[in-house]
């Protein structure tokens, strides 16, 4: 079974930055569809973005042009990149992976049977 450990979390002004780390064990990253979805207070938790073995990307419509996702295969580490943050970004992140191809099709929760147990991110206006 897989192992995914998120890190990087942590408090940032709006406008700021952030960089999460997701460190996986017992896959290869390289052929999984791995994302990030986040979950604020009260509210359903969101998709991000994924990157599938493919290499290719989707992104929230509220992140894009902000957010980065990418992957080191030889670290087996899935990253995301937070730049101009705003209040609206605050929410515990999680890492997700399926070894389904199909999981990157859509940002949806349910495609998703890997989950880490997340990392906080506040962001203060």
């Known amino acids: 079974h897989g192992h995914l450990v998120e890190s990087g979390g942590g408090s940032a002004q709006a406008g700021g930055s952030l960089r999460l780390s997701c460190v996986v064990s017992?896959?290869?990253?390289?052929?999984?569809?791995m994302g990030w979805f986040r979950q604020a207070p009260g509210k359903d938790d969101e998709g991000v973005t994924v990157?599938?073995?493919?290499?290719?990307?989707k992104y929230a419509d509220s992140v894009k042009g902000r957010f980065t996702i990418s992957k080191d295969n030889a670290r087996n580490t899935l990253y995301l990149e937070m730049n101009n943050l705003k209040a609206e970004d605050s929410g515990r992140y999680y890492c997700?992976?399926?070894?389904?191809?199909?999981?990157?099709?859509?940002?949806?929760?349910?495609?998703?049977?890997?989950w880490g147990k997340g990392t906080q991110v506040t962001v203060s206006s």
């Open positions: 997700v992976a399926d070894p389904w191809a199909g999981a990157c099709l859509l940002l949806h929760r349910g495609n998703f049977g890997l």
């Open positions: 017992g896959f290869t990253i390289s052929t999984y569809c």
């Open positions: 990157v599938g073995s493919d290499g290719r990307v």
